[in-house]
């Protein structure tokens, strides 16, 4: 549907047209505005969620195709998850969590073109010969380096606390693999706050690591404090399926939203197929589909949006016979350093980190190929995606027959990047709360792109929703309702 320009915009409140008055919208069925709309029906207000395509989960795509799982989105949580432990108990799903499998023993890091197993322990990491002499004393001297406590790229940080190798060789292939992101440009402070935090707080990040580790002995498997690996035996989309079902009719798919207006008691959405009126809006998307609806409001707000990079990525997805694969995947993954210069950030052994992902005999491997380090490859047309990531396969994995399983998804539009300017960004993002009574932002780019990062983020904004509201019994409720939610047992 076309989109009206601003003078024809009264002609579109047909009362006739006009559905019920809201106490909140909702705008986009992502994790982020299920969670947020779960807790605020939960507090018996008026909700609708209106999600552009016929399904919500947005980023989290689950298929199974012949006994395999497919991830085409996120694959883990990792906790510790605070939000998403409240979401994933107050729907029941704890039964239905898995932790990683018992074979991840390894993470694999590329180099000088072969695939080598480091263990997943920090210290023995450390002291592991992966690296040369030269990096190991570097290293050694991390805790004599002076703090610095302005922002900087993540790629200074490393390369400033840890030096150069332990920059190339660690720092920015986990980047690659976790962001899809380039550390030459990404602000270390957005990226990982915990780590400017420890070099302030402790002088040190090996040091600080180390009491933090002394810490957190102890504990099981679902312990939320411990830092974890767990998804569900039907896959990440378990989540956006329940919330789906726990929030039944005030789900409204299919319908793009192309317009909020302010009026005097609230809010209007033009929505395909009518029109709203809400009292507050929650806007639920990625940073540059944001730009786009607030941009009318607050033009700053939405330039703020738009210039947050989301580089194109590409998830292959590669079934293969056990036998056809001589490597044990007895790992995570494995990791591409770009000073190894291949075609692949990083390829998950899916069938080993999680139970299910693979019929018995067969092997799952999930690669990504393309964010900021090489956006070009993102847009490799599906078989020839397929033949680079299965040649990978075959260099590093010692793959010896073509898989019986290929399947390519495209994200145009990948992972936030947030660089040096973020926190200036986010500060006139979150100001829109403050010009615009009643309008709020929730989303990826805010606190962290990760799916619990999501959930947290979205529990807050529900409740400022709520207190701005103030409904004295309706927001009562719903800390009631929240309050009464704790983490899965252990
Ligand atoms: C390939 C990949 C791998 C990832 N791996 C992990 C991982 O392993 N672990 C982890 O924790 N996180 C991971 N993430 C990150 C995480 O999945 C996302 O950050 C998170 O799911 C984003 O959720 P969201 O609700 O904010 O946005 P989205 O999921 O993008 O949802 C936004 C929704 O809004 C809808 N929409 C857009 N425009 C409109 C409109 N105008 N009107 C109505 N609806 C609209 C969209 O259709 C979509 O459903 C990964 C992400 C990707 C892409």
């Known amino acids: 549907?076309?989109?009206?320009?601003?003078?024809?915009?009264?002609?579109?409140?047909?009362?006739?047209?006009?559905?019920?008055?809201?106490?909140?919208?909702?705008?986009?069925?992502?994790?982020?505005?299920?969670?947020?709309a779960w807790t605020l029906v939960r507090a018996g207000l008026r909700v609708r969620l209106f999600e552009k395509r016929h399904a919500v989960g947005g980023r989290i795509v689950s298929e199974r195709t012949g006994g395999f799982l497919m991830e085409h989105g996120p694959n883990?949580?990792?906790?510790?998850?605070?939000?998403?432990e409240q979401l994933i108990s107050g729907l029941t799903l704890c039964d239905s969590r898995i932790e990683r499998g018992d074979r991840v023993r390894h993470r694999y890091l590329v180099r000088d073109g072969q695939a080598r197993a480091l263990p997943l322990d920090p210290l023995r990491f450390f002291a592991s010969g992966f690296f040369s002499l030269g990096a190991r004393l570097r290293l050694l001297a991390e805790p004599f380096i002076a703090p610095d406590p302005g922002d900087e790229t993540?790629?200074?940080?490393?390369?400033?606390?840890?030096?150069?190798?332990?920059?190339?060789?660690?720092v920015d292939p986990l980047v690659g693999g976790l962001y899809a992101g380039d550390p030459t440009t990404l602000s270390v402070a957005a990226v990982f706050p915990q780590l400017k935090r420890l070099e302030r707080d402790s002088g040190s990040i090996v040091g600080g690591l180390l009491r933090a580790r002394l810490h957190r002995r102890g504990g099981s498997a679902f312990d939320p404090r411990r830092r974890k690996l767990y998804s569900f035996r039907d896959g990440m989309a378990t989540l956006p399926r329940a919330l789906a079902e726990d929030l039944g009719?005030?789900?409204?798919?299919?319908?793009?939203v192309h317009a909020i207006r302010p009026t005097a008691a609230g809010f209007r959405l033009q929505v395909d197929g009518g029109v709203w009126s809400a009292h507050s809006v929650i806007v639920a998307l990625p940073a540059y589909a944001a730009a786009k609806l607030i941009a009318p409001l607050d033009a700053a707000a939405a330039e703020a949006a738009r210039g947050i990079e989301h580089p194109p990525l590409a998830v292959a997805f590669l079934g293969y016979r056990s036998r056809d694969i001589t490597h044990p995947l007895d790992g995570l993954g494995v990791l591409m350093p770009r000073v190894e210069r291949r075609g692949v950030l990083g390829m998950l052994f899916s069938s080993t980190l999680f139970e299910g992902r693979a019929p018995d005999g067969h092997v799952a491997l999930t690669a990504y190929v393309g964010g900021a380090r090489q956006p070009e490859l993102a847009n490799l047309a599906p078989r020839e995606m397929a033949a680079m990531v299965h040649d990978e396969a075959r260099n590093l994995l010692g793959a010896r027959a073509a898989p019986l399983l290929s399947r390519v998804r495209y994200w145009r539009y990948g992972l936030p990047q947030p660089g040096l300017d973020h926190?200036?960004?986010?500060?006139?993002?979150?100001?829109?709360?403050?010009?615009l009574p009643g309008l709020f932002?929730?989303?990826?780019?805010?606190?962290?792109?990760?799916?619990?990062a999501c959930v947290d983020e979205a529990f807050a904004v529900a409740q400022r929703v709520s207190e701005r509201l103030r409904y004295g019994r309706a927001a009562a409720d719903m800390f009631r309702t929240l309050d009464g939610l704790t983490a899965c047992e252990p």
């Open 249 to 256: 009719t005030a789900i409204v798919a299919n319908a793009p």
């Open 441 to 452: 932002v929730t989303g990826n780019y805010l606190n962290g792109v990760s799916t619990a």
């Open 154 to 170: 993540i790629a200074r940080f490393a390369a400033r606390r840890f030096g150069s190798e332990f920059h190339d060789y660690v």
């Open 423 to 435: 926190a200036q960004r986010i500060a006139r993002l979150r100001a829109i709360e403050a010009s």
């Open 1 to 36: 549907m076309r989109v009206p320009a601003a003078g024809a915009w009264v002609l579109l409140f047909d009362p006739l047209k006009m559905k019920s008055n809201l106490d909140i919208a909702v705008v986009g069925g992502g994790i982020s505005g299920l969670s947020a």
């Open 76 to 84: 883990a949580l990792i906790a510790p998850a605070p939000g998403a």
